[in-house]
């Protein structure tokens, strides 16, 4: 779990993803000689922060964002959300502006607005992100931005032994999106790919539980084909991956924008759930972290 | 009105309209031949159920969703919205699962929650929509789902005389969309289509009525091109078709992802207004229908 | 100030720009012989109401927005905003419909729903607009509609001695929006342009001042991509160009749809701050308009 704390510790809040997207090159180049496909790299100019890896002849994407929640330092000592960041009063959040490296504290007002205690001004647009404490237990990983380091510590996994296929590293997924466009656009034109996997984290909730399987989600704020969601669950029950069914009116992923692109693409989260989502504790049980790698691997040969 | 009450009685919640395409495909495929212009029939992997007829040289698309509002199963007794449903505690719902048929009653808690009332558990992410009740009467045509069996009736009657032109059959327009913007671009990029209009269910509301004609929507919540809306309000007049003005700051339809696609797409919304939209008792005056129609004719040839 | 306030009298509501567009033609031909480089203007069926200037081998363009907020009048005397007007009780509108011109006062229920006083029931559909009190004192500009007559006008300003670029009049952008996308599609197409300055008015705050410089948008809503902010920065920075840093959670722009267009687009928000947005009464602070101009001057010969 050492590559997933290292992707936890990065600073990448949506919009300024560049050291992502820098450690993940490094670690591809370092690692892929030891993968069993060879896969081309696509980053630079054309793809803003993003990064493509394609496998052999690709059918299906594992989508996987980068960016993390968190807050823009505004006027004074004012805080702006980054996402839908969900901490408390307290909270030490961590950045750094033209003095120097910043660790400050979280406050709010009666308001809920929130605010910076910290001995000095910070620079108008900082980003600070949820400083990490990371907790490998028994049965639990617990650390701040789980969602989606977990989804990218998935696709690195799957990366190891796949013949066909795309992983994308995408950005802004946690603050309005803009990049799945062009990067759908993209892996459609090249490969004629239309099927995706969104690999994130979603929620432990009244009926998905830690430790029962990963989530296969039939659903949130948005509807994927129900054809293709069928298939999926047909790959879990073949394969044997222990998994549960999520069905949510809430929430949103890459798949919203993966939805409205203008290519045809199916598509379908499925990630281990949590709790404590978008909080510095967001917590994952390492049977449910296991079993969304098995499925992935699976639905990348079956699918 | 035999054709229409079919339609109704479709089970095709967004994200799962397979029935109403294999309907559809069945009854174009047997009726075509009774058409005056012999349709190309587009479908199948790369416009997942959506359906697009194009006669001739076609220089205006009809666009008419398949999908209805409804309810997905959650976990125990509860519901969620597919699109906006508005039923009453008791409504009948019908669906199927693994275990078979379901017709079981709607109900809520105090805090507006749905829930369904069965004897035995229904399979999670199950589909149910409301179990058809059709009145045809001396005026009146009554049921569920007129929005928009009713807009793709109108789509089949003007089909029988269509010389030129596209039908599209879209999806998911109830929630969230997500088809209009590859079938927009499939259209226009085959044929530089950039008219189109949507053929749907609007309200009778305190400036529209029942029985004096077809509605021509100037704008919902989204504002259409006012040259193109001028030209169809032209060709209402110039062919004596009875019309009435529509102008409302609130409501969708595939025309919001036709103006936002990255074409340059000129759309209007024209069609017949009903009472009790999204519940059961959907009810449209026969006149309207049939000016619709008329218009939808006058309109395919005249833009 | 002679071309701002002929800009500011035009009435162009989202939706139908068209006044604005056949004066901005009429204008560029007249004017372009004296500007140093010679663009060639793109208008017509393919850019419904929508105009694009492109000089020399263009790496950056200009979005400036040609429509503004303003009313259609519904059924009795009833008003829908266009945007979002902020007006008071007794505002002047004026506008045009079947029987003539129309000068007529803004009143509110204590609902606060917008209706119409008049002598005499308006068509359905037609758009008012605020009626038009330009203000030239010594250091400030007072009238409806600066947000965006002074984007236009700035770009025109920067059109004179522009040697390599687009420039990029837009529709819709304060009702929905739906015109960036095609646009966006055409000149990265064409000239595989993906940097973007959005020229429009933002709002004095407790963070951005009048006559302090114009602002620079680290973010509004949505987040543009830091890096491509700090080169602008940098710019403005070199070049001393007075400037102020915007930090903000709302508002939104023609940027917005760059962001979520399936182009790699680069935006940024640059505009001159000002006060009673989207009143009758909007001020600018002449220093913050030179140096809009200044600044978009450099940007588009450095980025």
Same mark, same amino acid.
């Given at each position: 779990m050492k590559l997933l704390q290292q992707l936890c510790e990065i600073h990448a809040p949506s919009g300024n993803e560049i050291r992502m997207k820098e450690f993940l090159l490094k670690y591809i180049t370092k690692e892929k000689k030891n993968w069993k496909g060879k896969p081309t790299v696509y980053h630079g100019d054309e793809f803003q922060d993003n990064i493509i890896l394609k496998f052999g002849k690709p059918r299906t994407a594992i989508f996987a964002h980068m960016d993390s929640i968190g807050f823009t330092v505004r006027y004074y000592n004012q805080l702006l959300p980054i996402g839908s960041p969900d901490a408390e009063m307290g909270t030490k959040l961590v950045g750094e502006d033209s003095l120097g490296p910043i660790e400050c504290e979280l406050e709010f007002d009666k308001d809920h607005h929130a605010f910076y205690k910290f001995g000095r001004q910070i620079d108008r647009g900082t980003e600070l992100t949820y400083k990490i404490n990371f907790r490998d237990t028994k049965d639990y990983i617990e650390s701040a931005y789980l969602d989606n380091r977990l989804g990218i510590y998935n696709a690195l996994k799957v990366a190891?032994?796949?013949?066909d296929g795309v992983i994308v590293f995408s950005t802004w997924e946690e603050h309005?999106?803009? #990049?799945?466009p062009y990067l759908a656009k993209f892996i459609h034109e090249q490969w004629n790919v239309k099927q995706a996997l969104i690999s994130d984290i979603t929620w432990v909730s009244d009926g998905v539980d830690h430790g029962k399987g990963v989530a296969i989600s039939m659903r949130d704020r948005n509807i994927p084909r129900r054809a293709f969601v069928n298939k999926i669950i047909d790959v879990a029950k073949k394969r044997k991956v222990p998994y549960q069914l999520e069905v949510e009116g809430m929430g949103s992923s890459d798949g919203r924008e993966l939805q409205v692109s203008p290519y045809p693409f199916d598509w379908c989260f499925v990630g281990a759930p949590e709790h404590n #989502?978008?909080?510095?504790d967001e917590k994952v049980h390492k049977r449910d972290i296991k079993s969304m790698i098995d499925l992935y691997s699976w639905l990348m040969k079956d699918l």
């Amino acid at each position: 779990m050492k590559l997933l704390q290292q992707l936890c510790e990065i600073h990448a809040p949506s919009g300024n993803e560049i050291r992502m997207k820098e450690f993940l090159l490094k670690y591809i180049t370092k690692e892929k000689k030891n993968w069993k496909g060879k896969p081309t790299v696509y980053h630079g100019d054309e793809f803003q922060d993003n990064i493509i890896l394609k496998f052999g002849k690709p059918r299906t994407a594992i989508f996987a964002h980068m960016d993390s929640i968190g807050f823009t330092v505004r006027y004074y000592n004012q805080l702006l959300p980054i996402g839908s960041p969900d901490a408390e009063m307290g909270t030490k959040l961590v950045g750094e502006d033209s003095l120097g490296p910043i660790e400050c504290e979280l406050e709010f007002d009666k308001d809920h607005h929130a605010f910076y205690k910290f001995g000095r001004q910070i620079d108008r647009g900082t980003e600070l992100t949820y400083k990490i404490n990371f907790r490998d237990t028994k049965d639990y990983i617990e650390s701040a931005y789980l969602d989606n380091r977990l989804g990218i510590y998935n696709a690195l996994k799957v990366a190891e032994t796949l013949k066909d296929g795309v992983i994308v590293f995408s950005t802004w997924e946690e603050h309005g999106g803009g #990049a799945v466009p062009y990067l759908a656009k993209f892996i459609h034109e090249q490969w004629n790919v239309k099927q995706a996997l969104i690999s994130d984290i979603t929620w432990v909730s009244d009926g998905v539980d830690h430790g029962k399987g990963v989530a296969i989600s039939m659903r949130d704020r948005n509807i994927p084909r129900r054809a293709f969601v069928n298939k999926i669950i047909d790959v879990a029950k073949k394969r044997k991956v222990p998994y549960q069914l999520e069905v949510e009116g809430m929430g949103s992923s890459d798949g919203r924008e993966l939805q409205v692109s203008p290519y045809p693409f199916d598509w379908c989260f499925v990630g281990a759930p949590e709790h404590n #989502a978008h909080t510095p504790d967001e917590k994952v049980h390492k049977r449910d972290i296991k079993s969304m790698i098995d499925l992935y691997s699976w639905l990348m040969k079956d699918l």
